[in-house]
């Protein structure tokens, strides 16, 4: 392996991230508008910048196989001279996924609340009873129910 490959696939794959983020941050601002047509639009174009990113981390691991390191590319990369560039851009690469990992997750939080509210207005136009609410525990997990319960409205 030489570091010239390397620091090539990296470079591809912080532009795949750069770009992905990109298109979260507009996926956010489509949310916020509800601009359903950019959010279908955003849903093929994410797709296939996913697939290309795909490609480019295949062939990385490839490389990192390769140069006998099986998967695991932070180890040929913590194996490098102190000094080598690959470092930063590998930082740099991780500091990105962790970005496009809190804004999916951030934009799934807010797909989920509108999934939500979507239900419980078509519950209500249908005059069916809203889903209930979860109550937690102290532990912060959902707690069973125990009992029917009563309906204030006829308490």
């Known amino acids: ?8 696939l990296l470079e591809a794959e ?15 601002a489509a949310l ?10 955003l849903v093929q174009t994410k797709l296939d910048r996913f697939r290309q990113w795909e490609e480019v981390e295949r062939a990385r691991v490839a490389l ?3 140069a006998g390191y099986g998967e695991d590319t932070a180890a040929l990369i913590a194996a490098l001279p ?5 470092h930063v ?10 970005k496009c990992q809190q804004r999916n997750r951030s934009n799934g939080l807010h797909i989920e609340l509108n999934r939500r509210h979507l239900e419980d207005a ?3 136009l249908r005059g069916l009873p809203l889903a209930p609410a979860p109550t937690y525990e ?4 959902t707690a069973q129910k125990t009992g029917a319960g009563r309906n204030l409205g006829t308490a």
Not at 32 to 41: C, V, Y
Not at 138 to 141: E, M, V
């Open 89 to 98: 851009r590998w930082e740099a690469l991780l500091e990105l996924l962790g």
């Open 138 to 141: 102290a532990s912060g997990t």
């Open 122 to 124: 078509l519950s209500i």
């Open 82 to 86: 102190a000094d080598s560039p690959l």
């Open 32 to 41: 916020k508008a509800r601009d359903h047509a950019t959010m279908e639009r």
């Open 1 to 8: 392996m030489n570091d010239s490959q390397l620091a090539s």
């Open 14 to 28: 912080l532009g795949c991230a750069r770009e992905m983020l990109g298109l979260l941050d507009e996926e956010q």
């Open 64 to 66: 990192t196989r390769e």
